[in-house]
Nanobody
Framework: QVQLVESGGGSVQAGGSLSLSCAAS????????MGWFRQAPGKEREGVGV?????RTAYADSVRGRFTISRDKHILYLRMNSLNPEDTAMYYC????????????????????WGQGTQVSVSS
């Protein structure tokens, strides 16, 4: 079992920045891959980015160049720059172990463990 606790959400104006963090505890082998997802009201949960412990990353096209994922062992970070109202959503941390299909990283079902979420709101 893996427990994930997110922090760092909040409200910001368009063009601003926010940082999120996610601390993983428990079975660390099951958190080799950690990622961020987001879900806006009325929309499906979508992948934002993922990183494994070796530093390999993948990003959604909508955030590439604006968002940066980093990791310090079992703490995952998300730095969000140039935020716009379309980034408003509940942001969730997710984790899973091997095997992992990088082609399916944006599929929520690829991850076994989830945090409770943290709200990010961007006003225009």
């Amino acid at each position: 079992q893996v427990q994930l606790v997110e922090s760092g959400g909040g409200s910001v104006q368009a063009g601003g920045s926010l940082s999120l963090s996610c601390a993983a505890s428990g079975d660390t082998e099951s958190s080799y891959y950690m990622g961020w997802f987001r879900q806006a009201p009325g929309k499906e949960r979508e992948g934002v980015g993922v990183m494994n412990t070796a530093g390999r990353t993948a990003y959604a096209d909508s955030v590439r160049g604006r968002f940066t994922i980093s990791r310090d062992k079992h703490i995952l970070y998300l730095r969000m720059n140039s935020l716009n109202p379309e980034d408003t959503a509940m942001y969730y941390c997710a984790a899973t172990g091997s095997p992992f299909d990088w082609r399916r990283w944006q599929t929520p079902g690829t991850f076994n463990y989830w945090g409770q979420g943290t709200q990010v709101s961007v006003s225009s």
